[in-house]
Every structure is written in C-alpha cells, then in structure tokens.
C-alpha cells in the first residue's frame, strides 16, 4: 500500500506548482547562481594568451585534462576563474569525512548538532583554501612551462593566478551552500551536473561531425547511443532500489487507559549507499602519478625516460589503469559507506526510540545484523558502480577513433552523477511540493473548523 506522501505525488499536477510560490522562488534562485556559474567559466584567468593556450591545450589534451575539463563545464580549455571548480571542496569534504571517523576530537564535534557541523564546516573551507592554492600553483607553473601561452611570465603572474583560481573555487562554494539554503538543494552538485550537461551538447555534435567525416563509422555511433542509453536506464534502476527493513513500535499504555504505539515503519537501505563518491575518489588517487609525471619530465633525461615509461603503463585507458580503477572504486565503496551509514548509532537510536527490527534482538544485536545486511548491499552497489564506470572506458579505449571530450562524457562515472543528481534534484523538489499540499490541507481544515 502507498503511503500518504507517495499519494499526494502521484496526484501532483502543473496547478500544483504553479500554486507552490516558494517552490518557484528556489527554482528561479538555482537557476540564476547557474547562470552566474556558466558566465564565469568564460572569463579567462588574467595575462594569458588564448590562441597559443588554446593550441597547446588541443593538442597535448588528454586523459587528465580532458577529464579535468568535463567537470568544470569547460572552463579548463578556456582557462577560466573556475577553472577548478569545487573539485578541491570535494576533496576537502570526503578527507574531512574520513578524519571524523579516526579524530576523537572531530568525533565529539560531530556529535554536538548544529554548531559542532558548523565548526567541521569551517575547517572543511579552510582544507579548501589550502588544496585550491597548492593545484593553482602548480596549474600558474605549468602555463609557465607552455610556449606563448603566458604574456609575462614571473612572480606577479603565479599570484595573480593562485588569488584569481582559489577566489574562484571559494565562490563556487560559496555559491553551492546558497543553492542548498534557498534553491532545490544540492548545490555542489548541481554545479558539477551543470558543468558536464554544458559539456553534452558539444561532445554529441562533435560525434555526429565525425560520422559524417567517417572517422566514427554508423554501427559505432548505433553502439554509443546504445550504450548511453542503456547505462542511463540501469543507473536509474539501480539508484532507485531499496532494502527495506521493517521496524516496529511496542503499543504503550498512557494513564486514562489511552494506548498509543503499536505502529510499524520501513528502513530504506540503498543498493548504492555511497553514491558517487567512490568513483570521485579512485580517479583523482588515479590522476595522482599522472600530475607528478609531468612535472618529473621537465626533469633530466633518465628521470624523465623513466617517468615516460610508468605513465606509459597506467596511462588512462591502459589495462593496468582499468584494473586499479575498478580495484579502488570497490575498495572505496567498502570503505565510506561506514563513514555514511552507521549501524551501531542507528541501532542505539532505534533502542531509545522504542522501535525494534522483528526476531532481531535490539542494541548489539540489530547493529550487527544491519552492518550485515550492510555488507551485502555494498558487495552489490560496488561491483555495480565498477561496473558501470569501467566498462564504457573499456569501450573506449578499445575504439580510438572516439574523441576524448565525448570518451569523457558518455563515460560511467559523468554519466552516474548525471543521473544521481537528477534524481535527488527531483526528489528535492517533490518533497517541497508534497510540503506544500501539506499546508493546504491544514489551512483548509482550520478554515472548516472556525466556519463550524
């Protein structure tokens, strides 16, 4: 049977939301910190030549810069203020996430509510700070090292851009936590979506461009579209199935002989409980030998001959780069689902709350039995999440007559935080949508009472 929420959102229509006058308001506000976004990935960093950029970056762009470029809408090939997007933000939050879980002090933070969240929020800033200053100084010394692509070289130059990029990056941030207050939620998220659908147009143009120059043949883009569209719909399934555990509430006698309790509720576990965060993490530790590879080949020869020779091997596209992404991104499955689902506090929040899984014993028991149930689904989620992110690689890498920019794009892992973002998006807007039919029925059944 559906339950009252689910209801009201199959009863949803467009006379419902044009009623919904806050909901507007939100839409209207993501879209115009969208558009703010998608200005400022065309104002170039300050003292650079486009043109000889722009041929240095087409002709030396791969694997990493190509994907580097996918996630901030295009801003790298242009070398835009936000040229690094909220990546240094993420990476900030998932080691900031991980120190809470091994950091006693972070811990009793945590614990604390509202402004202990806060105060691991503002050291989340200042990791970001830290992380945009040290990539956009080594992103002001490798436009250095590019021919004609700097018009004066030197000191002012490398301040000048390490200011410009990390202003950007906090501004993008900044930008993502006004979206999650007063937009539909999400708001580094929807920044990254935005970046990668900016993205989508150009790579299926581009495809289509090529198949009519010959380069990509007609059964290839039959087998892309295939392949996009395949992806889509089992990411969709997979994002949207749950295990739900049934929990119930003992019956409770109150003085006056009034019973309440006695009701009964569902835990949803989701298959994929880590979301895109494995995959986010395996290819930036993967992008690592790739980014110290080429500043070692401005070294000597024999160090640079050896460098040549590693990157050769778990160059992207590679056998060994495939194995050790689907090797991380299962083992980063299994190690931050803890971090976002923890069994022994849910447990115990169950145990004071009165509620109870049935023929489960409550406390350490039930802790146990849901860290089991846990590892099931994690076991699942993560071979599906490799699954889904290394097999279009694969594909790839297979065909080279692909370009890297729609490699990039109809790859698993845009692909997944395409359609994650989607859905929780929608979900964000449904629930202020039934929030509001909510408050209609009530405004209306006070209405009956003061006219009885």
Known sequence: MASASEQLAQNMNLGVFA???????????????????????????????????????????????????????GAVERMAIFA???????????????????IGSLKELDKDGEQGRKQINQYTRYLTVFLAAFQAYGIARALQSTP??????????????????VGGTMFL????????????GNGVSLIIFAGIVAELPKAIFQTFGLNQQGTVSELLLVFLIVLFVGLSMLIVYVERAQRRLLVQYPKRQMAGGKTFGGE????????????????????????????????????DGAGASFM??????????????????????????????????????VADNLRKNGGFLPGIR?????????????????????????????????????????????AMLIGGMSLLIIVSVTLDTVAQIQSHLIAHQ???????????????
């Open 308 to 345: 040549t020779t590693v990157l050769a091997y778990i160059g992207y596209g590679s056998p060994i780069y495939l194995t050790l992404y689907a090797i991380l991104i299962i083992f980063f499955c299994y190690f931050y689902v803890p971090y976002v689902f923890k069994p022994d506090d």
């Open 362 to 406: 409550p406390g350490e028991r039930t802790a146990q039995y849901l860290t089991y149930v846990l590892s099931r689904l994690t076991f699942i989620g993560a071979v599906y999440v490799a699954f889904v992110c290394v097999l279009p690689e694969y594909i790839i890498s297979q065909n080279q007559g692909i370009p890297p920019s729609v």
């Open 148 to 165: 004609g692509a700097v018009i004066n070289p030197g000191l002012f130059f490398e301040a000048s851009t390490v200011i410009t990029l």
């Open 173 to 184: 941030m900044w930008m993502g936590e006004q979206v999650t207050a007063r937009g539909v």
């Open 19 to 73: 009623k919904a006058k806050e909901l507007q308001q939100r839409l209207l506000f993501t879209l115009f910190i969208l558009i703010i976004y998608r200005i400022g990935t065309f104002v170039p960093v300050p003292g650079m030549d486009m043109a000889a950029f722009q041929s240095a970056f087409s002709a030396g762009g791969g694997g990493l810069l190509t994907r580097l470029n996918m996630f901030a809408g």
């Open 264 to 299: 009964s509720s569902f835990m949803p576990l989701k298959l994929n409980t880590a979301g895109v965060i494995p995959p986010i993490f395996a290819s930036s530790l993967l992008l690592l030998p790739a980014t110290f590879g080429q500043l070692a080949l401005n070294g």
């Open 84 to 102: 690094l997007n909220v990546m240094p933000y993420i990476s900030a939050s998932i080691i900031m996430t991980l120190m809470k879980g091994s």
């Open 438 to 452: 909510y408050e209609g029925l009530i405004k209306k059944s006070r209405m009956r009472r003061r006219k009885k």
